[in-house]
């Protein structure tokens, strides 16, 4: 019989007896938790027996107070809130919960069942929270990222775009965190720009987070759009507007599961490790490979943002200039997310009040020109 650890002896005996008389549906790997063949036939057996490891564990959860989303495999629906508590969000929501602007609970659906470490629940008070698999028996970098990113002094720099831990839970072994649910969007033109200042505002966040994470030497390793989120919830097949207002929205960079954590102290600027390969690096036309990651994180930022910001351009020239020297730049001497940030402000504080009121161009830009075909401005607003 495989005993089940989790804190004190009664829950251990109640746990181990329910797996003895269900089965453990668990892996203890985290990195067995990813899905390895997108055929239709493995990625509907890969998605239930996901849903088997979360649905064994919805009793532990809810022991502390959350509510794991359900979800009906095979049925091509994404997972669903539970029906109690009641979602508690307002439009003006405070830190660290996500701003209210969906109607119905129907929109608050869960889409990214298919990343398997991660799945939407719902806490006792009606807060809408992601919980994420983070760490095995051995402890990974992504859980040493996380607690090096929300000690006491780490919360409380500004400069943390991070999701703060709400909650570290231990099953046999397994550590789990619990975070506030911000969604994706900081990137999308469906959640509109209103100003140049609001593109301004997106970078300097995003460019002074990775400062921050790189100060406390962790190298993320794999910025993208879609690993960004911003302090919003909403229907995703819906334009949003009005919900950039500087002091009320928040950006923040997630999954860290292939990240880098050196000891503080360290020498960045010499690293030297074999390049993780994804997407976003596989964009920038970067190869496998000796790299320093924390080269790679100012690259890949700078791509993500470059595709968003630079609609500003025809507004303001001296944009295209700054992502240019970047883009353009030989490996060895790509700057610094320090030297970045400083040269993205001094950009900034150089452009006109008549500037940075002004609408963007367009929606984004990709291969040399912006498009203005689907403008999410202020004249759109509902």
Sequence with gaps: MRIVKTGSFWETLRWTIRSW????????????????????????????NNWARWHFLAPFFASHGLYIYEYIPDNGTPATPPKYPLSQHTSSEGWPWARRAYKSDREL????????????????????VVIRLASGPKTTDELRAFQRLNTEEARRDPRNHTLPILKYLVFNGMVFV????????????????????????????????????????????DIYESNTVMNLLRSLSKPGHKMRTIGEVRYAFIDFDVALVLPEGADIST????????VPLLD???????????????????????????????????VGDFFDCIRKCDYDECPSAA?????????????????????PAGGSWENGQCDSIIIWGANNAD
């Design 178 to 221: 619990v975070m506030p649910r911000w969604q994706t969007g900081p990137f999308e033109s469906t959640v509109s720009y209103d100003t140049v200042s609001e593109l301004c505002d997106v970078a300097e966040a995003f460019y002074e987070g990775l400062e921050f994470l790189h100060e406390k030497r962790i190298a993320h390793r």
């Design 284 to 318: 920038i036309g970067l190869k496998p490979g000796l790299c320093n990651p924390f080269k790679d994180d100012v690259l890949c930022l700078t791509a993500a943002l470059e595709r968003t910001v630079r609609v500003a351009e025809g507004v303001v020239p001296r």
């Design 109 to 128: 659906d869960f889409e990214f069942y298919m990343a398997l470490r991660i799945w939407a629940a719902r806490d006792r008070d009606g807060h809408e």
């Design 21 to 48: 008389k269900v089965g453990y549906p668990l892996i203890d790997n985290v990195q067995d938790w990813a899905l390895t063949d997108m055929s239709m036939v493995a990625l509907s057996r890969e998605l239930a």
């Design 271 to 278: 690293v030297s490790v074999e390049r993780e390969i994804r």
């Design 339 to 359: 030297e970045v940030l400083r040269d993205f402000r001094a950009l900034r504080a150089n452009m006109t009040e008549m500037q940075l009121k002004q609408p």
